[in-house]
């Protein structure tokens, strides 16, 4: 892992004058540029990459953001934005010769229009308080991270951010109308409309995702869904995980879609349940968690055929939740999972893979494999329904070498995600931690388009550089590195 160092020093004279000029219109308490001022911004949820920000600036208003970038791009300072910094995969990671650029401040709710089903929001709000605001509406905003209680919904946008109700009601992309952003150089974009269609090229969802390399999102607005009129989750318990992963298979291929659908293997289970005592089957190889939302007609009907496939599949032990307590006690695990592996390990490293949920079974034993290879144990929790694959590996950075061994063994399940037809990401995005990986996702061309299409919104490359789309350069570096022409490209994966 190329874990970045503490910034060695800092260029005095450029820091004085990025203050003084950002000073002239943001108060005092909104820059901070003293060592102990800034070290709290020095890395997001992927902790091994750290570095200090020359300057952190705490805008409060759209206008103070967008005198920040026009600042920025006169002085060709680089800006890297940060909603809550709870990202993992490195993207708010600052650069140490930039302004980390702070939206945490913009936290207000502008509007919420019931009769829409619409909320404006200021992109500091947390993903959770959406819905809490909107609760007195009975509605709610569907993309619910596990991390909803603390990740901003800016943050969501620019990682176009998933969690357990996105695979029946899509990820934010799919949840979200329009945007205001502004470029490095303060020009404001308004995209998307109120309409299913609008004229043009589509930059809702190429804004979406985009990491923060194209614009600063200042506002978003989102859709908002009725609560569902009843709940009911079942937990399924499976004596093999490949059993689990085709019981996946088959409630999609029967047509059901799921509220959610989840996975937890032995190694999971066994480290929650001490921590939430929700009542696992601690013997279990695998559990699943699959949720009905609906009328209460609609989810009666959808949990017994669930239930008929989970047993045709070969379920050990299959129970229904019968009331809210019951349906929160089965999710408790499975929303401290991460937390959790804190508790059986010093370290642990999330990986984030999307393969084809019928690549699963075998996705799941060539995992076991890799966690064999490198003596280092995983654990697999995930959205098992949108084949999003989240393995923990768990690991000791005050071992030497566990840590190279741990990126190794990450990679490699990235590079499995890509063999099997997936993806290197499914939510958590690229970042500094998955650039390398970019290079076998994408042809050169692909590559280059992108860079084509980064070079449109910010022609100096100032917003967030180095981070989620590699330099052709370096990947003809990684390529000399890994892949051999004309050979298997990835010789010791596990072959299926
Ligand atoms: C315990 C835990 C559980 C998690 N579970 C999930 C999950 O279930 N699903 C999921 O998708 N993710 C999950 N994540 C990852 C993370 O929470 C999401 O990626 C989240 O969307 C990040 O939001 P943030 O506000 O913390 O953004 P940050 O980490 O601050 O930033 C993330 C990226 O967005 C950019 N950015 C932030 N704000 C803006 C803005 N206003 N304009 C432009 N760019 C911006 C940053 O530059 C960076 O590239 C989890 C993380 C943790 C720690």
Redesign the pocket.
């Known amino acids: 892992m190329n874990t970045v160092a503490d910034k060695p020093h800092i260029d005095g004279a450029r820091q004085r004058a990025v203050v003084s000029a950002l000073a002239a219109f943001l108060p005092a308490h909104a820059l901070l540029f003293e060592r102990e001022d800034v070290q709290p911004y020095e890395c997001?949820?992927l902790s091994a990459f750290r570095q200090l920000p020359m300057v952190v600036a705490l805008p409060e208003t759209e206008a103070e953001v967008q005198r920040i970038l026009t600042t920025c791009h006169a002085l060709r300072v680089p800006v890297?934005?940060?909603?809550?910094?709870?990202?993992?995969s490195g993207?708010?990671l600052p650069s140490g010769d930039g302004v980390l650029l702070s939206?945490a401040r913009c936290m207000r709710i502008l509007e919420i229009d019931p009769a829409s089903r619409v909320a404006r929001v200021q992109?500091g709000v947390r993903n959770l308080a959406i819905s809490e605001a909107a609760a007195q509406y009975g509605l709610y905003y569907a993309p619910d991270?596990?991390?909803q209680i603390a990740?901003?919904i800016?943050?969501?946008v620019?990682?176009n951010?998933?969690?357990i109700h996105c695979l029946k009601y899509g990820l934010t992309v799919h949840n979200i109308l329009k945007l205001r952003a502004f470029t490095i150089e303060g020009e404001l974009l308004e995209i998307g409309g109120d309409g299913l269609d609008a004229a043009g090229y589509d930059l809702l969802p190429l804004l979406t995702g985009s990491?923060?390399l194209l614009a600063?999102?200042t506002e978003v607005t989102v859709k908002l869904l009725p609560n569902p009129e009843r709940t009911q989750c079942i937990l399924a318990a499976f004596d093999d995980v490949a059993k689990a992963g085709r019981a996946v298979a088959n409630i999609i291929a029967a047509g059901i879609i799921p509220a959610g659908l989840e996975m937890m293997d032995k190694i999971t289970i066994g480290a929650v349940e001490p921590f939430v005592q929700a009542g696992y089957p601690l013997d279990a190889a695998a559990i699943l968690l699959c949720e009905s939302d609906g009328n209460k007609a609609e989810v009666a009907e959808e949990i017994e055929r669930m239930k008929a496939v989970l047993q045709a599949s070969g379920a050990s032990e299959i129970r229904v939740s019968a009331n809210e307590a019951e349906r929160d006690r089965f999710w408790a695990g499975r929303k401290a999972a991460?937390p959790a592996a804190g508790r059986v390990s010093p370290d642990y490293y999330c990986m984030d893979g999307t393969i084809p949920k019928k690549a699963l079974p075998h996705a799941l034993d060539a995992i076991a494999a890799l966690s064999e290879k490198y003596g280092l144990r995983c654990m697999n929790v995930f959205h098992a329904g949108d084949g999003n694959l989240h393995p923990l590996i768990l690991y000791d950075a005050n071992q030497p070498g566990e840590l190279e061994k741990t990126a190794q063994f990450g990679m490699e399940i990235l590079l499995l995600s890509i063999e099997v037809g997936g993806t290197i990401t499914g939510?958590?995005?690229v970042?500094v931690e998955k650039i390398d990986s970019m290079c076998v996702q994408f042809k050169p061309l692909e590559l280059a388009m992108f860079h084509g299409i980064k070079a449109c919104f910010d022609q100096h490359a100032l917003l967030?550089p180095g981070?989620a789309v590699p330099t052709l350069h370096r990947c003809a570096e990684f390529g000399r590195m890994h892949v051999h022409a004309g050979q298997q490209k990835f010789p010791d994966l596990p072959r299926f």
């Not at 890297?80 to 993992?88: D, E, I, K, N, P």
């Open positions: 997001d949820g890297v934005a940060r909603g809550a910094g709870t990202g993992l993207g708010a939206l992109p991270p596990s991390s990740c901003t800016g943050g969501n620019a990682e951010s998933g969690g990491e923060g600063v999102i991460f939510e958590h995005g970042g967030n981070k």
